[in-house]
């Protein structure tokens, strides 16, 4: 099946969200593009409706440069992800560490059928994510995590059995940038009825300053999990992500800003100037590569599976960021090549 894209790609400039309807094919595609300075601002809409006002965000700005306003840490976030036939994975972040508890059932009171799992959140900025087994296919399930001080809920649905002929309803997005929260242009995906929502690479900008995180490259792990939090917490009283991962499961890949631009992580660590004060034979053996997964995996609804023994030094006992039930594998971590840029790879 085959459907026209509407609206342009334009990579590391704004949040491009589209979703898609088959059996009656339905495609819409939303882009809000934002060129501002500390007195200007410019907004397009290339297609669709949005509920984000111009007027909000124009006080902001007479309040203070975006670029100057930090997020807000929620007080409980939740997401699911990774979400097959019998299996999937909760996630749940407290601003306050302590015990989690995950709860979920078919039952939307909670009433009959709960099961629990008690995590412990040690660290405000390392959430705590739990996988499920045993589940029911093409069945909707509804969760919630309890923390010290707050609660959230949300649901999700599994995948029908295979050979089944359901229909498919996902939407897509990509490129979020710390300073251009809160997003609007994923607004009205909570209340779309998805199946899923691909969380398509680039969920952060690493090598790029934003108010949480005002330095030119992420290194340590730390700038890391603040820069994901960034993107995943209230800004200007909205967090459109937030209710996105909390109503629709989630798939999660990277592309290369959630390490640093156009990395090849099979090469060389000594031919990119980036990883000279890193160690490691390969890029991807360096700390600015794990600290930039590692933080992606924590911040993620997705399994924590490695490649085994494949015989080849590139992959071996690598991280498997990929999701059987779609295949979305980035080629970033493997590619002994810089690649070429996101616009001449998609116009290909």
């Not at 015990?99 to 979920?104: I, N, S």
């Not at 040690?122 to 909707?140: E, I, N, Q, W």
């Not at 710390?178 to 952060?204: C, H, K, M, T, W």
């Not at 995943?232 to 909205?238: K, Q, V």
Request: one cysteine or more.
């Amino acid at each position: 099946m085959k459907a026209p894209m509407r609206g342009e790609i334009s990579p590391n400039s704004h949040t491009i969200a589209t979703w898609l309807t088959h059996k009656r094919v339905r495609l819409q595609s939303i882009q809000t593009q934002f060129h501002l300075t500390n007195t200007t601002m410019k907004k397009s809409f290339l297609a669709g409706p949005s509920k984000w006002s111009a007027l909000s965000v124009a006080a902001a700005l007479l309040a203070g440069s975006l670029f100057s306003a930090q997020a807000t840490i929620d007080p409980m976030t939740v997401s699911a992800g990774d979400v097959r036939q019998t299996s999937a994975v909760l996630w749940a972040h407290s601003a306050v560490p302590g015990r989690v508890c995950l709860e979920y059932s078919t039952d939307l009171i909670f009433g009959t059928g709960v099961q629990s799992i008690t995590l412990k959140e040690r660290d405000a900025l390392v959430p705590v994510k739990a996988p499920l087994s045993g589940l029911t296919p093409a069945t909707t399930y509804y969760y919630r995590a309890t923390g010290p001080e707050a609660t959230a809920s949300g649901k999700f649905s599994t995948a029908p059995e295979l050979g089944t002929l359901a229909g498919l309803h996902f939407g897509v997005s990509g490129d979020e940038r710390g300073e251009l929260a809160p997003y609007p242009s994923v607004r009205n995906a909570a209340g779309s009825n998805l199946d899923f929502f691909l969380q398509f690479g680039d969920n952060i900008y690493a090598d790029f300053p934003s108010p949480d995180v005002p330095l030119a490259q992420c290194r340590t792990l730390a700038d890391f999990r603040l820069k994901t939090n960034e993107v995943y917490s209230t800004r200007f009283g909205l967090n459109t992500l937030a209710d996105l991962r909390s109503s629709t499961a989630i798939l999660a890949t990277i592309d290369d800003h959630e390490v640093t631009d156009n990395f090849a992580g099979a090469a060389r660590r000594t031919s990119d100037p980036r990883f000279i004060d890193d160690t490691g034979l390969l890029i991807s053996d360096t700390e600015t590569f794990h600290h930039g997964l590692r933080a992606f995996h924590e911040y993620h609804p997705v399994e924590n599976v490695r490649y085994g023994d494949t015989g080849n030094y590139t992959t071996a006992h690598g991280s498997k960021i990929i999701d059987s039930t779609l295949m979305a594998a980035m080629r970033r971590p493997f590619s002994s090549t810089h690649a070429p840029s996101a616009a001449r790879s998609f116009r290909r």
